[in-house]
């Protein structure tokens, strides 16, 4: 069972930034999709940015393009989401994800296609 810990979160002025990690342990496989995704109250879960093993293409939702980075240490099984220039509209909870494959780009970013989850970290941009 792959385990995923979310670390970061928390409070910040807009137009700030923060930086989200997720720890993975357990069985993972060296050909995998990892990314986000994020929940704000009263709104259905939707897909922040994810990458996928081998090629090291990077996808983004338009709504932080530009402004998200996702990286990978692959040596500590950690993910990272750098986030710049945070607005309002990214207050949400924040959950990890993780496939043990590589999907294909057309299912990417539906949070159906992931095996595992975290438990989520609270990120609230609010002056």
């Known amino acids: 069972q792959v385990q995923l810990v979310e670390t970061g979160g928390g409070l910040v002025q807009p137009g700030a930034s923060l930086r989200l990690s997720c720890a993975a342990s357990?069985?993972?496989?060296?050909?995998?999709?990892m990314g986000w995704f994020r929940q704000a109250p009263g709104k259905e879960r939707e897909f922040v940015a994810v990458?996928?093993?081998?090629?090291?293409?990077?996808y983004y939702a338009d709504s932080v393009k530009g402004r998200f980075t996702i990286s990978r240490d692959n040596a500590k099984k950690t993910a990272y989401l750098q986030m710049n220039n945070l607005i309002p509209e990214d207050t949400a909870v924040y959950y990890c994800?993780?496939?043990?494959?590589?999907?294909?780009?057309?299912?990417?970013?539906?949070?159906?296609?992931?095996?595992?989850w975290g438990q989520g970290t609270q990120v609230t941009v609010s002056s």
């Open positions: 990458l996928r093993s081998g090629d090291g293409n990077r």
């Open positions: 357990g069985p993972t496989s060296s050909s995998y999709t």
């Open positions: 994800t993780f496939h043990n494959s590589r999907l294909i780009s057309s299912a990417l970013r539906g949070g159906q296609h992931y095996n595992y």
